[in-house]
């Protein structure tokens, strides 16, 4: 059945997308506004999750790689008419990944202390990172296997459970955030930080159940473990393997960016903390047009349909645009309350007023990258994905970082970096795409 590329079919799978992929950061900035208003010691509560929440969401974005893996691969099957050949592969995705994160969570868990002490972690935040981390690792592996089964759902084409899976998740996490962190008198007494920590973990094993609920209630898909290893196993691990480098590249850039902002001091790192999780909350909440892209994506070029695969490209990016200028005018019309969300300490909010405007004027930038990588993960270019964070990585974000630190820049060089990141990512995107793809569509 031909694939029709209009505003509705690309809305259908964009609007639940997004929806499930701002859960993530909307978790994360939950924590942060709330944390950043912890009556005892919020600076530092709010410096600790920062740091923690940074260094999990480097180790989930690398081994969740699989998500897209699993994704591009079920796509093009389906597009070429064959799904029925695949069936046994998620199964071993899923097992293989689960094995990967205990593995990462054993060797973390024993070091953890030094890892945050090269993060600039030290005297008290040093002491709440770790109690922090304790709690939130061990939903770890439960991100993960969400992450495979959101996949599994995308290849098939259907954004919609992916959404019920992550709104259930973050009302759960928002309800229980308030509960366990501030208390309830007579009931249940604050805890602070590790009340959040808590609040995450019991919201993420919510939505493993859920997401396993769902899969075998709504799905052909089984997730028991079948032998012979399936051929396809192989193309999957190794696009993983791609993506585990490109993801390895990508949170070098994170993790510097939090290390430089630590090294700055503690209202510096608590301002940091609020401007990457709105940067992150935007870059989730455009990539739901690169969701579309990448499910789309995938069925066409399985198909072999050119035209329409150009045609998708087009369209994600125009209405990405449409979506980042909606955010960028809320930024400018919010700019000072959007603050006062995450804390009340004047020189967070001073710190973080003084970079805000690069991350609203980046938002256009950040579209076209963030569309389009979506769009060559369904296709299945995750080699070329790897290249290009590498070298925007390491011949562009660390060099400006390094250099704009050196002229004592402070958070505007961090956010500079991350802009000359962005341009690179995008610019060698748009280029690869025309020069791949204009050909074939004149020959078709």
């Not at 799904?83 to 293989?96: C, M, R």
């Amino acid at each position: 059945m031909k694939t029709i590329i209009n505003f509705r079919s690309i809305n259908n799978l964009a609007i639940p997308a997004t929806i499930a992929g701002i859960a993530e950061p909307l978790l994360s900035i939950t924590d942060t506004a709330i944390v950043g208003n912890i009556p005892v010691d919020g600076l530092e509560s709010l410096a600790a999750a920062g740091i923690v929440g940074s260094f999990l969401s480097m180790l989930i974005w690398i081994l969740g790689q699989t998500r897209s893996a699993i994704s591009a691969i079920l796509s093009q099957y389906l597009g070429a008419g064959k799904l029925n050949e695949v069936k046994a592969l998620p199964a071993q995705a899923i097992f293989l990944n689960l094995i990967l994160s205990g593995l990462i969570l054993v060797s973390t868990i024993f070091v953890i202390e030094e890892i945050f002490m090269l993060l600039n972690a030290s005297g008290k935040i040093l002491d709440y990172c770790i109690k922090y981390y304790t709690i939130r690792v061990w939903g770890f592996p439960l991100t993960l296997f969400v992450f495979a089964i959101m996949g599994i759902f995308r290849g098939l084409q259907n954004t919609v459970w992916p959404m019920v899976i992550a709104i259930v998740g973050a009302i759960a996490n928002v309800i229980l955030d308030f509960i366990l962190v501030y208390g309830i008198e007579g009931f249940v007494s604050p805890m602070y930080l590790e009340g959040a920590a808590w609040a995450s973990l019991i919201a993420q094993a919510i939505m493993a159940i859920l997401a396993f609920i769902l899969l075998i209630t709504k799905t052909d898909v089984s997730l028991k473990l079948k032998l012979p290893i399936h051929p396809e196993l192989k193309r999957l691990v190794v696009m993983s393997l791609n993506l585990f480098v490109r993801a390895l590249a990508l949170n070098t850039a994170l993790i510097l960016a939090v290390r430089e902002a630590a090294a700055l001091g503690d209202q510096y790192i608590g301002a940091h903390t609020i401007a990457i999780n709105l940067w992150l909350f935007a870059a989730f909440f455009i990539d739901g047009y690169g969701a579309a892209g990448n499910i789309l994506g995938g069925k066409l070029l399985g198909a072999k349909d050119y035209r329409n695969l150009w045609l998708l490209a087009k369209k994600i990016v125009l209405y990405g645009l449409i979506v980042s200028a909606i955010l960028m005018l809320l930024g400018l019309l919010f700019y000072h309350p959007i603050g006062t969300l995450f804390s009340k300490e004047p020189p967070v909010l001073n710190a973080f007023y003084a970079v805000f405007f690069i991350i609203i004027l980046g938002l256009p930038l950040n579209t076209v990258a963030f569309v389009l990588d979506g769009l060559f993960k369904g296709m299945g270019e995750m080699k070329y994905l790897r290249n290009l964070l590498l070298s925007a990585t390491f011949l562009g974000f660390i060099p400006v970082l390094f250099i704009t630190k050196s002229a004592n820049w402070g958070l505007y060089g961090i956010w500079i970096a991350f802009s000359v990141w962005m341009l690179i990512r995008g610019g060698a995107l748009v280029w690869k795409f025309n020069r791949k793809f204009r050909p074939l569509l004149q020959k078709h």
